[in-house]
């Protein structure tokens, strides 16, 4: 059974801080793991990554893939009341349907 | 261009009723999922369909069900209703990346 655990389950810091978040997998036949950004509402979309090393960046937010050691980390630098949200780690395997297997989330909190 | 809605946004359902979801996309996607959120679980899937008259059983299928009569929409259906139930429910649509849509908060009492 695919799994994704994701640490730590709530952080709070101070605006201007740098987080790391975690996220730690197992998956038969990984495929890709993704990150998203979830507010009041919906999730949205912030990476994909299918490559190990390969950092992916978007403004203050990059993330970067181990498929060796099977996790992945989120670091958001001079973080603002903005980031505040649950940020969600998934990853697909390769059996076709495009399912994702979804962590439980960190919940981050950013202080003024 | 709306990307994925769904409808209604909020729902109270007594034990034992019936309600359908209904999730739309202008996205031309084939592929559409509902998922369920609850406080600590994240987001779980409960049935998928990777193009239109089909679909197929997720992680917490149980207590659902489905259709996808036309490419565009993916209804969800609860046939009796029980407390257990009781979450936000988000549809998405997509191929590698999933678009969310906004989320139904069900309650049943």
């Known amino acids: 059974e695919d799994k994704v655990v994701q640490s730590p389950l709530s952080l709070v810091v101070h605006e201007g801080d740098t987080v790391t978040l975690n996220c730690s997998y197992e998956?038969?036949?990984?495929?890709?793991l993704l990150w998203y950004k979830q507010e009041k509402k919906a999730p949205t979309f912030l990476f994909m990554l299918?490559?190990?090393?390969i950092e992916k960046k978007s403004g203050r937010l990059s993330s970067i893939l181990d498929k060796k050691e099977l996790f992945s980390i989120l670091n958001i630098t001079a973080t603002q009341t903005g980031d505040s949200a649950i940020y969600l780690c998934?990853?697909?395997?390769?059996?076709?349907?495009?399912?994702?297997?979804f962590g439980k989330g960190t919940k981050l909190t950013v202080n003024p | 261009n709306a990307g994925v809605t769904q409808t209604p946004k909020f729902r109270v359902l007594k034990t034992g009723q019936s309600m359908t979801l209904l999730c739309a996309q202008d996205m031309n996607h084939e592929y559409m999922y509902w998922y369920r959120q609850d406080p600590g679980m994240g987001l779980r899937l409960i049935h998928y369909s990777v193009g239109e008259g089909t679909t197929a059983k997720g992680e917490v299928p149980d207590g659902y069900n489905v259709s996808r009569l036309k490419k565009q929409n993916f209804l969800l259906g609860l046939e009796s209703a029980a407390p257990s139930q009781t979450s936000v429910y988000f549809c998405a649509s997509g191929y590698r990346e999933q678009y969310f849509g906004p989320g139904t908060r069900l309650t049943v009492t």
């Open positions: 299918t490559s190990s090393g």
């Open positions: 998956v038969t036949n990984f495929r890709s």
């Open positions: 998934a990853v697909r395997n390769q059996g076709g349907s495009e399912k994702l297997v």
